[in-house]
């Protein structure tokens, strides 16, 4: 199990941008580096969903409704990961959470990110 700090979220208008970042502070980088971490997020009344992962070597994934507007990076130095998010929609709105996956997945407490229309 991996202990994840999400921070950012917020409030921001449609078409602004909002940065998500989520550490492991009490994991070894061996261990970090072997995870692939990713966001997910959670709108009301709908299934947690994949947002965009990235590999330790740094392979990334997009769900195709963030394609072109968000990015996802790690520094598996500093053990963090990091979701940028540009050209946001209302249907953006949701909990993100940040996910460790190795042999089990770990989950961040979760953020709350709004899009005001």
């Known amino acids: 199990q991996v202990t994840l700090v999400e921070s950012g979220g917020g409030l921001v208008q449609a078409g602004g941008s909002l940065r998500l970042s989520c550490a492991a502070p009490r994991t070894i980088t061996s261990v970090f580096r072997a995870n692939v971490m990713g966001w997910y997020r959670q709108a009301p009344g709908k299934q947690r969903e994949l947002v965009a992962s990235?590999?330790?070597?740094?392979?990334?994934i997009y769900a195709d409704s963030v394609k072109g507007r968000f990015t996802i990076s790690r520094d598996n130095s500093r053990k963090t990961v990091t979701l940028q998010m540009t050209s946001l929609k209302p249907e953006d709105t949701a909990i993100y959470y940040c996910n460790a996956r190795d042999v089990s997945d770990s989950w961040g407490q979760g953020t709350q990110v709004t899009v005001s229309s």
């Open positions: 990235i590999t330790g070597s740094g392979t990334t």
